[in-house]
Antibody, heavy 129, light 107 residues
Framework: QITLKESGPALVKPAQTLTLTCNFS??????????VGWIRQPPGKALEWLAV???????RYSPFLKSRLTITKDTPKDQVVLTMTNMDPVDTATYYC?????????????????????WGQGTLVTVSS | DIPLTQSPSSLSASVGDRVTITCRAS??????LNWYQHKPGKAPTLLIY???SLQTGVPPRFSGSGSGTDFTLTISSLQPEDFATYYC?????????FGQGTNVDIK
């Protein structure tokens, strides 16, 4: 059974760095095709993808936030960490850690077709002075 | 970045209604299109992956279709537990994007 749980501060001040940890179980980030990502949802707004890290150390970031994000993994600890620098009140959101499943390798595009099949419960982060 | 536009943004429907939500991509995403259901206070859940494949455990009243730029999520007979917000997501580009969401509420 796959589970993911986010942890981190509920309140951060503007300009501070946010560090979120995802502890997961039921899978290994050393398994081919597996990834762990982060998605957030500001209050009353849509889902927004932030970053993903794959079994092969591959990383992808939202181009709008790339300069502020870092995603890392600790495979033996079954843990993924996301840091976001220079926090602003507009970054107030529920942050979700997610399991990314590779469906198949597309020979035409040389991409893995993927989906998010498990989500953590989410953690609300408020940015305020 | 590949923007996704969902329509409608919201709809009111009754139990038993057939509901259709569309998702249009600004460029082709092949079949790299997933659908999620999100209820308030809960984590989203995967309904459809690769445009038309039903996720394990999801009732067969949910179905997805489309390829390229135009996609559809259909609920054949709306049930009380289906009132929620629905999102499409593309993973074709290395920068994933979500639609703005479609809120389905009770008429």
């Amino acid at each position: 059974q796959i589970t993911l749980k986010e942890s981190g501060p509920a309140l951060v001040k503007p300009a501070q760095t946010l560090t979120l940890t995802c502890n997961f179980s039921g899978f290994s980030l050393s398994t081919t095709g597996v990834g762990v990502g982060w998605i957030r949802q500001p209050p009353g707004k849509a889902l927004e993808w932030l970053a993903v890290i794959y079994w092969d150390e591959g990383k992808r970031y939202s181009p709008f936030l790339k300069s502020r994000l870092t995603i890392t993994k600790d495979t033996p600890k079954d843990q993924v960490v996301l840091t976001m620098t220079n926090m602003d009140p507009v970054d107030t959101a529920t942050y979700y850690c997610v399991h990314v499943k590779s469906l198949y390798y597309d020979l035409m595009t040389a991409y893995y077709n993927v989906c998010v099949d498990f989500w953590g419960q989410g953690t609300l982060v408020t940015v305020s002075s | 970045d590949i923007p996704l536009t969902q329509s409608p943004s919201s709809l009111s429907a009754s139990v038993g209604d057939r509901v259709t939500i569309t998702c249009r991509a600004s460029q082709s995403v092949s079949n790299y299109l997933n659908w999620y259901q999100h209820k308030p206070g809960k984590a989203p859940t995967l309904l459809i992956y690769a445009a038309s494949s039903l996720q394990t455990g999801v009732p067969p009243r949910f179905s997805g279709s489309g390829s390229g730029t135009d996609f559809t999520l259909t609920i054949s007979s709306l049930q009380p537990e289906d009132f929620a917000t629905y999102y499409c997501q593309q993973t074709y580009s290395s920068s994933w994007t979500f639609g703005q969401g479609t809120n389905v509420d009770i008429k």
